[in-house]
């Protein structure tokens, strides 16, 4: 057999599991309905009522992004990288490197989630545009290319953290992608400013900056929020970021760099770690 | 076609198996022997490939590849100790999964499914299927490629008596087609009814490597004679322990150890003495009492 057809063979498998799962089809109605509901009900806050465009939507939806979806994908996929001890002796005896394995499985369980989120962005999109027409469609598809990012990072960091755990490890690996999850979403940014304020100004910056692309939850959200609202939303990181490229076509690129250095040497990392490791 | 050579596997500074040298034949079938923890399942699975060995070589094939190499895997089936699969997936998609995987034609799964007696039951869900079908699930994948080499880890644990039929059915055909089989088992019918040599693991060292003749005898030499004698002459058991050393009592029971040959002479001096004799059993040796008297005579 070819490595790609054990690619499409290992996907292919691998997404049927996925859209089975109970875990997926909760995760595609739950994300259908709260996008449903912030379009809904954008305009409750400032005394008004009726479906918000498609910019004000995806500015109202960045941090639901941001939140629920590398928890989904680091669940997901540290689940399904970590099977029954069984299910992993029989998978990893069969003739086939096991980095094709992972690689196979790591495009099924993309291809699953994103469809998931497909169905989310789909349904309120299709609501959207009956109601409001097409104006800032862009920013919602800004959007949904930024959750499709950050579901490719969360899985490669899944596949890291699970990295041949099988069976009674099973536990563990979900405990390290929940503290993963925690540190990235919610502590993280908390711990940067922190630090930033005990500093002076010229390191401050360059510590912000650091700590922007370190993230990749935050340089989703610089990218998003650089897109669709331009400079006028950022924060102190953001500035600092933007001052330091000297442009936003410069941060930008700086942005999608650093998230493909997030989304490939993680899943390089586990590949090398799952070939090494005793099954 | 299997070689294991100075073969040692530790975790975590424990070492689950020590220096084990074994070479199996082409065309052989070995039964891998020892009590719980004593390293079987570490072996077979350094042979699947699955573990990396900490020192030592396990070679797969002639000439012989290492198991880590994919080319090795080409060679053998493997069939884990508790096999699972994702239960959503039906017995028949399990199936063309793994043909697909190592490239076998359409007609293997049908026949595969067959021999594990799941035809019937191939289009139910796994959620649906019992401990035991599950099981015959994993042999049916083991069985989809004609593979030179296979690894069977405890494979009839959890089969009922029909798929304990199907299964000796099929291996037995497997042997006669000249397949290797290294299996592991703590079902003495098993081992004696499909292996040639048994490697009896102690502790994680290689304690005994056995014919089935062999490995008869010494069985047989810890069989035991159990007695129930009435009005017994005050000298009976010590002319008794002159016969057999080891013979003890406990009230009207004697156990009396020793090969089954020496059974009737054991009768004979009790009759003889004029003791009546109530109840009479025999029983053959135990693999557990093997191990132990292995583990003393090491230590």
């Known amino acids: 057999m070819t490595t790609a057809s054990v690619l499409w063979l290992c996907a292919s498998q691998e997404l049927v599991l996925a859209m089975r799962a109970r875990a997926t089809q909760i995760f595609a109605l739950v994300f259908a309905a709260l996008a449903l509901a912030v379009s809904a009900s954008g305009y409750i806050l ?30 997901v996929g540290t689940t399904a990288f970590s099977p029954d001890q069984g299910a992993a002796e029989l998978l990893f005896s069969q003739p086939v490197a096991r980095r094709t394995l992972m690689w196979g499985r790591l495009l099924g369980l993309f291809a699953a989630l994103v469809a998931a989120q497909a169905i989310g962005f789909g349904v309120s999109g299709l609501v959207i545009f009956s109601q409001s027409g097409q104006d800032g469609l862009a920013s919602f598809l800004l959007l949904g290319a930024a959750s499709v990012a950050l579901t490719a990072v ?47 100004s010229g390191p401050a910056s360059r510590l912000l900056i650091t700590a922007t692309l370190a993230n990749p939850v935050d340089a989703v959200r610089t990218g998003v929020l650089l897109g669709i609202q331009g400079t006028s939303a950022f924060g102190s990181a953001s500035l600092a970021l933007l001052r ?26 586990a590949a090398r770690r799952l070939e090494r490791a005793d099954i | 076609m299997i070689t294991f050579r100075r ?15 074994l070479e199996i034949a082409g065309g052989e079938a070995v039964a891998l022997l020892g009590p719980n923890g004593s390293g079987k399942t570490t072996t077979l699975k350094a042979a699947a490939g699955l573990i990396r060995p900490t020192s030592g070589d396990v070679l797969i094939g002639e000439p012989g590849v290492t198991a880590r190499d994919p080319r090795a895997r080409r060679a053998l089936s493997f069939l ?36 594990a007696s799941l035809n019937g039951s191939s289009n139910r869900a796994i959620s649906t299927y019992s401990g035991g079908m599950v099981q ?41 087609a000249g397949q290797t089989i290294l299996f592991t088992s703590h079902q003495l019918g098993d081992a004696e009814r499909l292996a040639d040599r048994f490697a009896i693991l102690v502790e994680g060292t290689l304690a005994a490597l056995l014919t089935a003749r062999e490995l008869g005898d010494r069985l047989a030499s810890r069989g035991v004679l159990r007695l129930r004698i009435e009005n017994a002459p005050a000298d009976l058991f010590d002319r008794l322990r002159r016969l057999s050393p080891g013979a003890t009592r406990a009230g009207d029971q004697w156990i009396v150890p020793g090969p089954a040959g020496s059974r009737p002479a054991v009768v004979d001096l009790v009759r003889e003495s004029g003791a009546s004799i109530l109840g009479l059993t025999a029983e053959e040796g135990r693999l557990d009492v093997f191990y132990r008297d292995l583990v003393g005579g090491r230590s």
């Open chain 2, 7 to 21: 073969f040692t596997k530790t975790f975590a500074a424990q070492p689950a198996v020590r220096d084990l040298s």
């Open chain 1, 46 to 75: 400032s005394g008004g009522s009726g479906v918000q465009d498609f910019a004000r939507t995806a500015t109202s939806l960045t941090e639901l992004v941001l939140f629920v979806v590398p928890m989904m994908a680091l669940l």
């Open chain 1, 244 to 269: 330091f490229t000297g442009g936003t076509t410069r941060a930008a690129l700086l942005i999608v760099a650093g998230v493909m250095v997030w989304i490939v040497v993680p899943a390089l990392a």
């Open chain 2, 80 to 115: 884990p100790q508790r096999v699972a699969f994702p239960e959503s997936l039906t017995g028949r998609e399990v199936i063309d999964f793994y043909r697909r995987l190592r490239g076998v034609e359409p007609a293997a799964a049908d026949a595969a499914l067959t021999l």
């Open chain 2, 136 to 176: 015959r699930l994993g042999l049916a994948v083991a069985l989809l490629p004609s593979s030179p080499v296979m690894l069977l880890d405890e494979p009839t644990a959890a089969l009922d008596p029909d798929g304990l039929c199907a299964f000796y059915s099929v291996i037995e055909h497997r042997k006669a």
């Open chain 1, 154 to 200: 969360s899985l490669s960091a899944a596949a890291l953290i699970a990295g041949g755990s099988a069976g009674r490890r099973r536990a563990r690996a979900l405990a390290i992608a929940l503290c993963v999850w925690f540190v990235a979403v919610v502590l993280y940014d908390l711990v940067a400013l922190g630090l930033a304020s005990l500093l002076r």
